[in-house]
């Protein structure tokens, strides 16, 4: 059982930046793959970007791509999300989940463990 609580969300302005922080109970966080998803009111969940068990692996949606950067340690069980040039479009319920494997991937049905969510607001 892992039980995953995120923190740093909040409201910026468009331009800004933020830094999402998850942390992860247990001592077997090394074993998980990690992800952050996003959903935005009357979307489906979306991932945004995930990174593998040891961190030397990381994937990241289009929409995201050299804005944001996910990262982790193993020896705080915390993963990151790094969110830079945030625009309105990001606006949306971040959460991050965990998946029993090496690697992380993007769909949201294969996450085991999921965090409560923490709201990021970006305004125009």
């Known amino acids: 059982q892992v039980q995953l609580v995120e923190s740093g969300g909040g409201l910026v302005q468009a331009g800004g930046s933020l830094r999402l922080s998850c942390a992860a109970s247990?001592?077997?966080?090394?074993?998980?793959?990690m992800g952050w998803f996003r959903q935005a009111p009357g979307k489906e969940r979306e991932v945004v970007a995930t990174i593998s068990r040891n961190g030397d692996s990381t994937y990241y949606a289009d929409s995201v791509k050299g804005r944001f950067t996910i990262s982790r340690d193993n020896a705080k069980n915390t993963v990151q999300l790094q969110m830079n040039s945030l625009k309105p479009e990001d606006t949306a319920v971040y959460y991050c989940?965990?998946?029993?494997?090496?690697?992380?991937?993007?769909?949201?049905?294969?996450?085991?463990?999921w965090g409560q969510g923490t709201q990021v607001t970006v305004s125009s």
């Open positions: 989940a965990a998946r029993n494997s090496q690697f992380g991937v993007s769909r949201a049905a294969q996450y085991d463990y």
């Open positions: 247990g001592r077997t966080f090394s074993r998980y793959s």
